[in-house]
């Protein structure tokens, strides 16, 4: 059984910084891409970043040079370092393991997904 478990959320200021991440259990990152997607209240799910196993990295055009995504294979853990935080940026952030080793901006390509966690920017 795979689980994913996000964790390093919370209610930040506009402008600050926040790192988040995602650990697994009963399975390896190694060989699979992985990514990071968001949902607000009343909206559907959108991509976020995404990172091969090789480390390739695709970003949505609105955190693209604010957000990071890397990830250690060791530790089984993928991170995304978001600074210069913005009000738009709230929402529940759920961590993914793709099906292969390629990032994907494509929900329907991931298999294993965490239960979020829940970033809040105040103005």
């Known amino acids: 059984q795979v689980q994913l478990a996000e964790s390093g959320g919370g209610l930040v200021q506009a402008g600050a910084s926040l790192r988040i991440s995602c650990a697994a259990s009963g399975r390896t990152f190694s060989g699979y891409g992985l990514g990071w997607f968001r949902q607000s209240p009343g909206k559907e799910r959108e991509f976020v970043a995404t990172?091969?196993?090789?480390?390739?990295?695709t970003y949505r055009d609105s955190v693209k040079g604010r957000f990071t995504i890397s990830r250690d294979d060791a530790k089984n853990t993928v991170y995304l370092q978001m600074n210069n935080l913005k009000p738009e940026d709230t929402a529940l952030y759920l961590c993914?393991?793709?099906?292969?080793?390629?990032?994907?901006?494509?929900?329907?390509?991931?298999?294993?997904w965490g239960q979020g966690i829940q970033v809040t920017v105040s103005s």
């Open positions: 993914a393991t793709a099906r292969f080793q390629y990032n994907s901006r494509d929900q329907g390509q991931y298999r294993y």
């Open positions: 990172i091969s196993s090789g480390g390739l990295t």
